[in-house]
């Protein structure tokens, strides 16, 4: 059974970090993109970040030069490296497998919530 396991999220002060793990199963991860997508209440989802199967990255301008993605296909977890997070940033993250604009499969989501 294919599974996306999101974790790492939590509350946080503006200016901190966080790092989302996604730990997937059932498939082989190096054959697939993964995205990360997030989605705050009232608002439409939005990709982050996005990386290839080959491990070339691409962020939304919201959070260029803030976030970061890794993987490690051997551990079957991708990675959201968030730093400076702002308030603005809150909101539930998901990460998908398929490929990058049109995602299949979706894990449950974790909250991240920038407060002071």
């Known amino acids: 059974q294919l599974q996306l396991v999101e974790s790492g999220g939590g509350a946080v002060q503006p200016g901190g970090s966080l790092r989302l793990s996604c730990v997937t199963s059932?498939?082989?991860?190096?054959?697939?993109?993964i995205a990360w997508f997030r989605q705050a209440p009232g608002k439409e989802r939005e990709r982050v970040s996005c990386?290839?199967?080959?491990?070339?990255?691409n962020f939304a301008d919201s959070v260029k030069g803030r976030f970061t993605s890794s993987r490690e296909n051997a551990k079957n977890t991708v990675y959201l490296q968030m730093n400076s997070l702002k308030p603005e940033d809150t909101a539930v993250y998901y990460c998908?497998?398929?490929?990058?604009?049109?995602?299949?499969?979706w894990g449950q989501g974790t909250q991240v919530t920038v407060s002071s």
């Open positions: 059932g498939f082989s991860l190096g054959n697939y993109d």
């Open positions: 998908a497998a398929g490929n990058c604009a049109y995602p299949t499969y």
């Open positions: 990386i290839t199967s080959g491990g070339s990255t």
